[in-house]
């Protein structure tokens, strides 16, 4: 079975562009979690998706924005792009999650989306 | 503030020693989970945690999980060079009413030495 897929693999960006990034879980998944991981530290959660609702929100400016589409797939959006954005994406996907009290929760992570922003 | 602090940052052992990688948190939670990344790479699922008392066991590594005292521990029995790696704990901070919050632990870096 494929695994958690991410595109695209490295992105460069200038200041003030705009990026999406892309997911796709593994196949029934319903939840899909995006993070922000800077390079030598841990990775920072942005958003959680559970059935194409928001479940949960890290402390990221509202510049920072996801969907998630009926095939449970996934979109990252970032405007006006800063310096500090640049970092490695990760979507990582799980199932069932989204608060429904099964444990398991396992979140399995894709391979990330390397974003620099000159 | 929500914080989750892992203790070593660096840990530099010899094959064949044991070790003890610490995870403290800040707020309650019953729900923890280990993670091991490459250089480079992405990360690896190693133990879903979920009730006090918890522990799992895979291999070399021993995780457990004492809700009461916010605290976690992964255990290295035996270090082999396989397991040089950075290990992260993360803590799922959610609300009774669904909504997720998880946060990461600083990472502990592991070299194993021959």
């Known amino acids: 079975d494929a695994g958690v897929t991410q595109s695209p693999t490295h992105l460069i960006k200038t200041r003030g562009q705009h990026v999406t990034l892309r997911c796709s879980p593994i196949?029934?998944?319903?939840?899909v979690s995006w993070y922000q991981q800077v390079l030598g530290q841990g990775p920072q959660f942005i958003f959680q998706?559970?059935?194409?609702?928001?479940?949960g929100r890290g402390n990221f400016p509202d510049r920072f924005s996801a969907r998630q589409f009926p095939n449970y797939s996934s979109e990252l959006n970032v405007n006006a792009l800063l310096l500090g954005d640049s970092a490695l994406y990760l979507c990582?996907?799980?199932?069932?999650?989204?608060?429904?009290?099964?444990?398991?929760?396992?979140?399995?992570f894709g391979p990330g989306t390397r974003l620099t922003v000159l | 503030e929500l914080k989750v602090e892992q203790n070593p940052l660096f840990l530099s052992m010899q094959e064949g020693k044991n070790y003890t990688i610490y995870c403290n948190y800040s707020?309650?939670?019953?729900?923890l989970y280990w993670y091991r990344q490459d250089p480079g790479k992405s990360l690896e699922s190693l133990f879903v945690?979920?009730?006090?008392?918890a522990v799992k066991q895979e291999g070399r590594l021993m995780a457990s999980l004492d809700t009461k005292a916010r605290l976690s521990t992964l255990h290295i029995t035996a270090a082999v060079h396989d397991l040089s790696a950075t290990y992260f704990c993360?803590?799922?901070?959610?609300?009774?009413?669904?909504?997720?919050?998880?946060?990461f632990g600083t990472g502990t870096r592991l070299k194993v030495l021959a």
């Open positions: 196949s029934g998944h319903k939840s």
């Open positions: 998706y559970y059935e194409k609702e928001e479940r």
């Open positions: 990582a996907s799980s199932f069932p999650g989204g608060g429904t009290g099964v444990d398991t929760d396992t979140q399995y």
């Open positions: 945690l979920l009730s006090n008392g």
């Open positions: 993360a803590v799922d901070m959610g609300s009774p009413s669904g909504t997720y919050k998880y946060i």
């Open positions: 707020t309650t939670s019953d729900r």
